[in-house]
């Protein structure tokens, strides 16, 4: 049996290859922590929204 341990590296790793995939392809990936809403954009750019704050639409990536 798979320790918690063993299965949060697990899927830290998977996590962390699936933001590098879409990133490469071209896609923002939006994700929430501590209450922010944080943009990654593909060309290396970050947003950062404090709690409260909602972002605006995405830009346009595929361009």
Known sequence: MMTLSELDKIVGEATTKAVDEALAAGFPVIYWENGQT???????????????VRPPPTRNFRQ
Request: aromatic share 6%.
């Open 38 to 52: 944080i943009i990654l954009h593909p060309d290396g750019t970050k947003d950062v929204y404090p709690p409260g």
